[in-house]
Nanobody
């Protein structure tokens, strides 16, 4: 079973940048997807950006395209989310998640309702406010 732990986050003014990191362990297959989800205040959790490690295919939520970049380190065990041009609506708790089952990053990010068997980290708060 994959285990994930987020770090980073914080508070920033609109237009600012932040980086989130996710340390992972327990991957059995490189085809298992991993990604970032967000729970905004008063709303449900949604997929923001997801990646599949074997072919580096990626998926982005429309609202973050061109502003957020998902990537991994060379060992593909640490996941990053570089967030630029942040907006107040980007505020929320960001969760790193991984699946024990191979899937495309688009399917992993957009499954609704979100499957209960995703492996979640504790979350990292991101607040964008002036």
């Amino acid at each position: 079973q994959v285990q994930v732990v987020e770090s980073g986050g914080g508070s920033v003014q609109p237009g600012g940048s932040l980086r989130l990191s996710c340390t992972t362990s327990g991957f059995a297959m490189s085809s298992q997807p991993i990604g970032w989800f967000r729970r905004a205040p008063g709303k449900g959790r949604v997929g923001i950006s997801c990646l599949r490690r074997d072919d580096n295919s990626r998926h982005y939520r429309d609202s973050v395209k061109g502003r957020f970049t998902i990537s991994t380190d060379n060992t593909k065990t640490t996941l990053f989310l570089d967030m630029t041009h942040l907006r107040p609506e980007d505020t929320g708790v960001y969760y790193c998640a991984a699946s024990d089952i191979p899937a495309s990053p688009g399917v992993f990010c957009q499954n609704y309702p979100i499957p209960q068997d995703y492996n979640w980290g504790p979350g990292a708060q991101v607040t964008v406010s002036s």
